[in-house]
T-cell receptor, first 115, second 117 residues
Framework: GAVVSQHPSRVICKSGTSVKIECRSL??????MFWYRQFPKQSLMLMAT?????????EQGVEKDKFLINHASLTLSTLTVTSAHPEDSSFYIC???????????FGPGTRLLVL | QQQVKQSPQSLIVQKGGISIINCAYE??????FPWYQQFPGKGPALLIA?????SEKKEGRFTISFNKSAKQFSLHIMDSQPGDSATYFC????????????????FGQGTILTVHP
């Protein structure tokens, strides 16, 4: 199956700093990538849809100025958590959509801890 | 109308038994129904998926049953093994000419499966 990578896998930062998470589709081009947030023992919550070359589409209740998404190429999307606070601590997961197989492939996730 | 309801919330099965997880959806525009398996601290991995033109799909020990009229689909894991212990999510999406929503998944609440040896 297709491979999606995320970097870093784990990050600890101080409150007020910004953190960038990268999502790459390694063996296919993804015009559409998705960013999710997952709390312990809960389902995945879609934050935004990232389309290559255009602005991301954010879900209701997600602050676009806080969670900056950039999809500059067909294989890379980034999520930047700006001015992170402890309540932003969570598991962030990206996925990349393959139009060839009409399937979403997920990355391994990034554990963010804000102190 | 975008909800996908999944049950049970948790499931305990003995090794060799059959695990059954059910999902129900409301939006009749959904046309793609995948199941994902997630281990702790990892991202979800696609297990098996079905489209409404078939009522059943089998891959190894995993089978999806689909009932279009009832708007329900289920995952059956035959000969369940301890290594199958994970969280399982059903999901649904619809093809769309709207680029922004193409492939967008609506997830169920998840089922924590524990298979005892």
């Amino acid at each position: 199956g297709a491979v999606v990578s995320q970097h870093p896998s784990r990050v600890i930062c101080k409150s007020g700093t910004s953190v960038k998470i990268e999502c790459r589709s390694l063996d296919f081009q993804a015009t559409t990538m998705f960013w999710y947030r997952q709390f312990p023992k809960q389902s995945l919550m879609l934050m935004a849809t990232s389309n290559e070359g255009s602005k991301a589409t954010y879900e209701q209740g997600v602050e676009k100025d806080k969670f900056l998404i950039n999809h500059a190429s067909l294989t890379l999307s980034t999520l930047t958590v700006t001015s992170a606070h402890p309540e932003d601590s969570s598991f962030y997961i990206c996925s990349a959509y393959s139009r060839l197989s009409e399937t979403q492939y997920f990355g391994p996730g990034t554990r963010l801890l804000v102190l | 109308q975008q909800q996908v309801k999944q049950s049970p919330q948790s499931l305990i099965v003995q090794k060799g038994g059959i695990s059954i997880i059910n999902c129900a959806y409301e939006n009749t525009a959904f046309d793609y129904f995948p199941w994902y398996q997630q281990f702790p601290g990892k991202g979800p991995a696609l297990l098996i998926a079905i489209r409404p033109d078939v009522s059943e799909k089998k891959e190894g020990r995993f089978t999806i049953s689909f009932n279009k009229s009832a708007k329900q689909f289920s995952l059956h894991i035959m000969d369940s093994q301890p290594g199958d212990s994970a969280t399982y999510f059903c999901a649904a999406s619809r093809g769309s000419v709207i680029r922004a929503s193409y492939g967008k998944l609506t997830f169920g609440q998840g089922t924590i499966l524990t298979v005892h040896p």
